[in-house]
């Protein structure tokens, strides 16, 4: 399978406990991107990178959040301190380079529930 | 602000119907507009993508149509499969980047016997 790939699939975890989260993008992709979903709301932006280049962080991302693509490969999002707040479905997106009509290609994401 | 609004916000059908989902925006400038199909659980599937100069694109039984002087687009689903039942997620680009991209809420379709 040649997708985007997201590890965990479900991770639960207790109020103030750091987690991280893996994106394996389509190979060829350079762009990534993160996504928040809440239950019946659409996907909310958080940062994407160009290679290893983080190049916009949307306000959701908070200092607690810190996403990182060190070879310009994989990627993963932390989390520290978590709140019951965090908890929801997080994305990850994969595109090429010229990305005006290309696709997002999701990953099928890490449910998080902070207890 | 940048918008964009889906109805019906649930819909359910007889498999073997049709049905046309909405979406309306006030994004802008626009740049493109595409349809994602979401099943429960999964990441979203792009469906189709539309640019200011499409009126109409097809992806099997699937048919997405955009007004770029009203701002609204229609997704239209022939001959509904039970597989169909999942939620269509409207997102319209304001910008060359998929970074400025907006996301509807979502249309929860369910195909019944």
């Known amino acids: 399978d040649t997708g985007v790939s997201q590890d965990p699939r479900h991770k639960i975890t207790k109020r103030g406990q750091n987690v991280t989260f893996r994106c394996d993008p389509i190979?060829?992709?350079?762009?990534l991107y993160w996504y928040r979903q809440t239950l019946g709301q659409g996907p909310e932006f958080l940062t994407y990178?160009?290679?290893?280049?983080?190049?916009?962080k949307s306000r959701l991302l908070s200092d607690r959040f810190s996403a990182e693509r060190p070879k310009g490969s994989f990627s993963t999002l932390e989390i520290q301190r978590t709140e019951q707040g965090d908890s929801a479905m997080y994305l990850c997106a994969s595109s090429p380079d010229r990305a005006y009509n290309s696709p997002l290609h999701f990953g099928n994401g890490t449910r998080l529930t902070v207890t | 602000k940048n918008q964009v609004e889906q109805s019906p916000q649930s819909l359910i059908i007889l498999e073997g119907k049709n049905c046309t989902l909405q979406?309306?925006?006030?994004?802008?400038?626009?740049?493109?507009l595409r349809w994602y199909k979401q099943d429960t659980g999964r990441g979203p599937v792009s469906l189709t993508i539309m640019t200011f100069s499409e009126n109409t694109k097809s992806n099997g039984r699937y048919t997405a149509t955009l007004d770029a002087d009203t701002k609204q687009s229609s997704l239209h689903i022939t001959a509904s499969q039970l597989s169909d039942s999942a939620s269509y997620i409207c997102v319209v680009s304001h910008t060359g980047t998929a970074s400025k991209l907006t996301f509807g809420t979502g249309t929860r379709l369910q195909v019944t016997l």
């Open positions: 190979s060829e992709h350079n762009r």
């Open positions: 979406c309306n925006y006030t994004v802008s400038p626009f740049s493109n």
């Open positions: 990178f160009q290679n290893e280049a983080q190049l916009e």
